[in-house]
């Protein structure tokens, strides 16, 4: 029940904060001049924007043109990887997620992330690896409180019917789509602020893109999502705002609409018309 | 894209693309030549067994299975039992195996997961150069530097501190199945540590960054994703050491002290199979002791065999595995 209180405690000071901000979402993510490299190569130049709470913002570009590290930085992951840097800000409600006292694991915790590839853990059961994240807060000790938010995860998920009954099994043993679900309601489990997917669709067939797509139009409800991808319908289908990234910069950055019908930037206009990318 | 390539192995394997005859004579003998080595290695398998078998016979006949539960060897009356030698070596070995599976484990995990790039590469490189030191020189450095060593303080404080516990009762003699165990330990750890480490590298980033990302430490993430993706992979590489352990020779007969009885104390005298036949070979005189000793080796063969089909079968799982997750 402690998942429960958390929650709780949660949703009343952001519907406080809602209920302060003069319009009726406010700016979650600040990114403030944020760049970062691998090695000695810039994968994003001096980028500034603001993230919604309780939508889903669309980050589109041709490949290579940084959107993955952008928001790799978002969640502490880029500096994982070999020879990642990162320079500027990004404020999580108004905290600074790269000031010196932060904890990369503690915002790890706040900002889940789907990763391109499903990455179930193949040794786990399908339980268990929902449970993966939680149990490293060893918040929910308590067996029964840990099938609870498996269940509720699963189904937010929308993976709940098809898989109640195999709960035992290696995760393995599920499909792509069901695979990259499975992934989604292991990031939910930890109940996050925010949710980063890289690309959650490339790897996956049709049918399952678009139930992961009604999955982010459900959950975008609780969560503030961030989707990285190349597919521009996808982003035209799902995201409320559209930032369309170049060789590092962000290009044009507003409502998905006006982006895809009254792109102010020529370069946006030749990307999503299709002349390069 | 992994299945589309292991789709067209076959047809290039064949290699039945050429059509003009010379290159199917080439082609052919190729084929034969090569067939030719893959049967010798099998024939060379299984001449040695018949080999082994028809020199211990004068053994097998006279003694039976009751060879393997007997415990005494006795030239002059040519009354020979393998127990003790069996029980050392199995002592022995596990001796090493407990010595040298935390710290291999360890060394693998920082040399794949926390050591920075310029010093994982050196540090592996010479873990696994100890791995070519001759193993006679590593029984003379044990003998003339490590038994002493093992003597006083090493078995001495483990008489006086654990001497409750049957295994660390009775004069510290330095020579004996703790030192042998710990040289055996010394000799498997880099090939435990070299095998671990590459099993682990081959874990996929992917899955270290999923559990980064849903706010794993450091070492949460080891324990929790690379450890059980490559558990049987462990497995294959503590068997692999344990294989080695078994069959080691010079090193272990330099150091065991070479005397044909079982006993619990770890700080006494025994021997292995490896040992005993090492250092009885060369003057072994009549068919039955011959065949005794022959016959040893058969039973060290067929252990090792055993073990290695066992590592064998388990980093083979292992491998089935990463497959089916692609």
């Known amino acids: ?277 | 894209m992994q299945n589309s390539k292991t789709m067209q192995a076959p047809s290039h394997k064949r290699g039945n693309s050429g059509t003009s005859g010379a290159r199917r004579l080439g082609d052919r003998i190729f084929f034969n030549a090569t067939l030719i080595f893959a049967l010798l290695i099998v024939a060379i398998l299984i001449g040695l067994l018949i080999v082994l078998n028809m020199d211990a016979m004068p053994a097998i006949n006279k003694f039976g299975l009751a060879f393997l539960t007997d415990s005494s060897w006795d030239p002059v009356k040519e009354v020979f039992g393998a127990l003790p030698a069996i029980y050392g070596t199995l002592l022995s070995s596990i001796i090493g195996l407990v010595i040298a599976v935390p710290v291999s484990l360890g060394a693998a995990i920082f040399l794949a997961e926390l050591a920075p790039r310029w010093l994982s590469r050196p540090g592996s490189f010479l873990i696994e150069m100890l791995a070519a030191i001759p193993s006679v020189i590593i029984g003379l450095w044990g003998l003339f530097v490590m038994v002493p060593v093992i003597r006083n303080p090493v078995e001495s404080w483990l008489g006086s501190t654990l001497g409750f516990l049957p295994l660390f009762q009775g004069p510290p003699f330095g020579v004996g199945f703790l030192a042998a165990g710990v040289i055996l330990a010394i000799m498997i750890i880099p090939i435990i540590t070299a095998v671990s480490r590459e099993v682990m590298e081959a874990v996929p980033d992917t899955q270290r960054e999923a559990m980064l990302a849903l706010g794993a430490t450091r070492w949460e993430m080891i324990q929790k994703a690379v450890l059980p993706y490559c558990r049987s992979g462990l497995t294959g590489a503590i068997i692999l050491g344990l294989g080695r352990a078994l069959g080691e020779t010079m090193a272990v007969t330099m150091v065991i002290g070479n005397s044909y009885a079982i006993t619990e104390s770890l700080f006494s005298p025994g021997v292995t199979i490896a040992s005993k036949i090492a250092s009885e070979f060369s003057e072994a005189s009549g068919d039955v002791y011959i065949g005794s000793l022959v016959e040893l080796a058969l039973v060290l063969f067929v252990i090792t065999l055993l073990v290695n089909i066992i590592a064998r079968l388990l980093v083979w799982r292992m491998t089935t595995v990463k497959a089916v997750i692609g």
């Not at chain 1, 904060?17 to 990114?31: C, K």
């Not at chain 1, 500034?48 to 309780?54: F, L």
């Not at chain 1, 290009?251 to 990318?277: N, Q, S, W």
């Open chain 1, 1 to 277: 029940m402690v998942h429960e209180a958390v929650n709780q405690a949660d949703k009343e000071s952001r519907s406080e904060a809602v209920a302060a901000a003069p319009v009726h979402v406010r700016n979650i993510l600040e990114v403030k001049n944020l760049s970062a490299w691998y090695g000695n190569m810039m994968a994003v130049n001096n980028l500034t924007m603001s993230i919604h709470s309780r939508s889903i913002t669309a980050i589109i570009g041709p490949s290579g043109c940084g959107k993955s590290t952008f928001i790799r930085c978002l969640n502490r992951m880029h500096e994982v990887s070999d020879g990642g840097r990162v320079e500027g800000k990004v404020l999580l409600d108004g905290k600074d997620l790269y000031a010196r006292d932060v904890d990369p694991v503690e915002i790890r915790r706040r900002i889940g992330m789907v990763f391109q590839k499903p990455s179930v853990f193949p040794t786990m059961s399908i339980f268990d690896n929902v449970a993966s994240g939680i149990s490293l807060t060893r918040l929910w000790s308590r067996k029964r409180d840990l099938q609870d938010v498996v269940e509720r995860s699963l189904k937010k998920a929308a993976l709940w019917e098809e898989v109640k009954d195999k709960l035992n099994q290696s995760g393995g043993s599920l499909s792509g789509g069901q695979q990259q679900r499975l992934c989604i309601a292991r990031a939910i489990a930890i109940a996050p602020e925010i949710i980063l997917m890289d690309e959650p669709c490339s790897a996956l067939d049709p049918i399952s893109t678009l139930k992961i797509e009604e999955l982010m139009l459900e959950i975008k409800k609780d969560y503030t999502v961030i989707i990285v991808t190349h597919n521009m319908q996808q982003a035209a289908r799902v995201s409320d705002r559209t930032g369309f990234m170049l060789l590092g910069e962000l290009i044009e950055y507003a409502p998905t609409k006006e982006v895809f019908t009254v792109p102010k930037d020529k370069r946006t206009e030749d990307y999503i018309t299709g002349r390069f990318g």
